[in-house]
């Protein structure tokens, strides 16, 4: 993993030290931690990449999107491109991380109130012990070739597929098709369609339409949902950039700073500057 810097942003990209055409690496926990600068990982990060923590203990956490994670065994926890995520640095966690290009994944697309681990079963967590194992057999003896990446992708993949097998909730089977339609325009249109009614004129849908198929997957109303998004988005942007809450404000599509400083206190109780201070110094 590599940091870069640009306009005040801290993305994490992939670039494996192996080898720079390899799509998927397999590290230990501890193995990062002692080739990272450990003050750099304890702080909020917004990686550009698919990365999953198997869990092999109970001991320890991982922060995703400011939910703190608890270690479990067959815990399998992924992180996804823009999803801000603090590592436990104060011990090496007994987990086995696998990072993945944003290119080669075919996980489901992310929605709000979507977890973001599952827990496997002592079959599934054999079958992740495999596929991690034969991964990292594929990475020592990586040449660049072809054929090798697609294995490898493959390999990653059935990761993706264990993880939603034993989270039944990321089957889009099971989720009404409005709903899934609204979601997706959601995390395309954000930044400049912030009203249901809005979305529904888009989608072809009536408000009142939209707000049945979410309370049925989520049990929140659309306009809950849609609030949620932007609020988890706002965070994001508070803790991995230094941009001043103005242009946060301007980048989320609030045609005032004022009015996003309202909306985000009516919905987190906190001022976007009090949130930054407080997730920043407890990093």
């Given at each position: 993993m590599v940091e870069s810097g640009q306009m005040g942003i801290s993305p994490v990209n992939?670039?494996?030290?192996?080898?720079?055409?390899?799509?998927?690496?397999?590290?230990?926990?501890?193995?990062?931690?002692?080739?990272?600068?450990?003050?750099?990982?304890?702080?909020?990060?917004?990686?550009?990449?698919?990365?999953?923590?198997?869990?092999?203990?109970?001991?320890?956490?991982?922060?995703?999107d400011f939910a703190k994670i608890s270690a479990q065994p067959g815990r399998l926890i992924l992180v996804r491109p823009g999803h801000v995520q603090?590592?436990?640095?104060?011990?090496?966690?007994?987990?086995?991380?696998?990072?993945?290009?944003?290119?080669?994944?075919?996980?489901?697309p992310w929605f709000p109130g979507q977890g973001s681990y599952c827990d496997l079963d002592d079959d599934a967590i054999a079958t992740a012990d495999n596929l991690i194992e034969e991964l990292r057999g594929q990475q020592a003896r990586f040449g660049g070739d072809q054929p090798t990446i697609r294995l490898m992708i493959a390999l990653f993949n059935a990761l993706v597929?264990?993880?939603?097998?034993?989270?039944?909730?990321?089957?889009?089977?099971?989720?009404?098709?409005?709903?899934i339609a609204f979601r997706n325009a959601i995390e395309t249109d954000l930044t400049h369609r912030h009203d249901v009614v809005d979305y529904a004129r888009h989608l072809?849908?009536?408000?009142?339409?939209?707000?049945?198929?979410?309370?049925?997957?989520?049990?929140?109303?659309?306009?809950?949902?849609?609030?949620e998004r932007i609020v988890l988005e706002g965070k994001r942007l508070l803790v991995?950039?230094?941009?001043?809450?103005?242009?946060i404000s301007s980048q989320l599509g609030f045609s005032?700073?004022?009015?996003?400083?309202?909306?985000?206190?009516?919905?987190?109780?906190?001022?976007?500057?009090?949130?930054?201070?407080?997730?920043?110094?407890?990093?």
């Open positions: 992939f670039e494996s030290r192996r080898h720079p055409r390899l799509p998927i690496e397999v590290v230990e926990h501890y193995e990062l931690l002692t080739r990272s600068a450990q003050p750099h990982l304890a702080t909020p990060q917004r990686p550009s990449f698919y990365l999953f923590l198997l869990m092999r203990d109970n001991k320890g956490f991982h922060t995703v603090v590592f436990d640095t104060k011990a090496a966690l007994n987990a086995t991380m696998v990072l993945s290009q944003p290119a080669t994944s075919s996980t489901h597929v264990l993880c939603d097998k034993a989270d039944a909730e990321a089957n889009d089977e099971h989720l009404p098709e409005v709903y072809g849908y009536s408000a009142r339409t939209i707000t049945r198929a979410c309370k049925s997957a989520t049990g929140q109303t659309a306009k809950q949902v849609l609030a991995h950039t230094d941009n001043p809450a103005a242009t005032e700073a004022t009015n996003f400083n309202k909306f985000f206190v009516r919905y987190t109780n906190q001022t976007p500057s009090n949130f930054r201070h407080l997730h920043r110094r407890t990093a």
